[in-house]
């Protein structure tokens, strides 16, 4: 057991040091707590990129457009209290940092870039909250409903380079990420190991302000794909690793103690 506990906590250190070096919202594994027990863990989840669509606000000339806007290197590491609401759901909270880049350009009349935009956001504080309901169907089968919301505020140092000229800029802007999500999942337990894949509806909004100008970035109305296994060590710890696709391309890692 002693080297089990040693195990974990290389694990948790490997996902602190590596994960802001190298976010979607993960469901943090299949399995719901159980009535009145609650656990107390740590979540890594790292967005590899994520498409955004254009919305409104920005100071542009007629005939110019946004386009080939991309989140990039989003980052969160979070502590997470989950707690066992009823038998069969939980709910939590995570609090912690993100960090991200973006970068998006902007075209003329004619479909040319004329300038590009580089955001590199400042690590800051995020939370999101959420809820996870489990029913056995049939023995060792899952289905699984996981919700959740969180919000990301921060300063950014973004780049503005005019090709014509090659000019650079730089201006200071505060963009707010608003990102919540549904999923359903199907999970089959193996002794200590829970595979599992489903699918989601998410939806992101970016609200970019700074001294001259507000506009919004968003993310609607998307559909993707995850798939994870959960890891049980004993009765206590759990660990879980899971990808998302399709809507954004992501990776997660958590660990937690059950108490």
């Known amino acids: 057991m002693r080297k089990y506990f040693w195990l974990t906590c290389l694990m948790l250190i490997s996902m602190l040091v590596f994960l802001p070096m190298a976010q979607a919202n993960s469901i943090d594994g299949p399995k719901t707590q159980g009535l009145g027990k609650y656990s107390l863990g740590l979540v890594g989840e790292y967005i590899f990129e994520k498409d ?9 000339a007629s005939g ?3 386009d080939c806007a991309k989140i990039k290197n989003f980052y969160r590491v979070m502590a997470k209290y989950n707690f066992g609401f009823w038998e069969n759901l939980d709910m939590y ?19 040319n870039e ?5 955001m590199d956001g ?7 909250v959420g809820a996870k309901g489990t029913y056995e ?8 409903a996981d919700a959740q919301f969180g919000r990301y505020s921060t300063k950014d140092d973004t780049t503005i380079k005019n090709l014509a000229t090659g000019v650079e800029t730089t201006t200071v802007q505060k963009p707010t990420f608003l990102q919540w999500h549904f999923a359903c999942y199907l999970a089959k337990e193996f002794k200590n190991l829970t595979p599992y894949a489903g699918a989601r509806y998410s939806d992101l909004k970016m609200t970019v302000k700074s001294e001259t100008v507000c506009y919004k970035m968003n993310a609607k109305n998307k559909v993707g794909a995850f798939v994870g296994l959960g890891y049980e060590i004993g009765d206590h710890w759990r660990l879980n690793l899971e990808g998302g696709f399709i809507d954004e391309t992501a990776i997660s ?5 059950r108490f």
């Open 52 to 60: 955004l669509k254009y919305d409104n606000g920005f100071n542009l």
């Open 64 to 66: 110019e457009e946004v």
């Open 93 to 111: 909270a995570k609090l912690g940092v993100a960090n991200f880049k973006a970068d998006y350009e902007v075209n003329n009349n004619l479909g």
């Open 114 to 118: 004329i300038r590009n935009y580089t």
């Open 122 to 128: 400042k690590a800051n504080f995020t939370f999101t």
């Open 137 to 144: 169907f049939v023995k060792t089968w899952l289905l699984g």
């Open 253 to 257: 890692f958590s660990g937690a103690y």
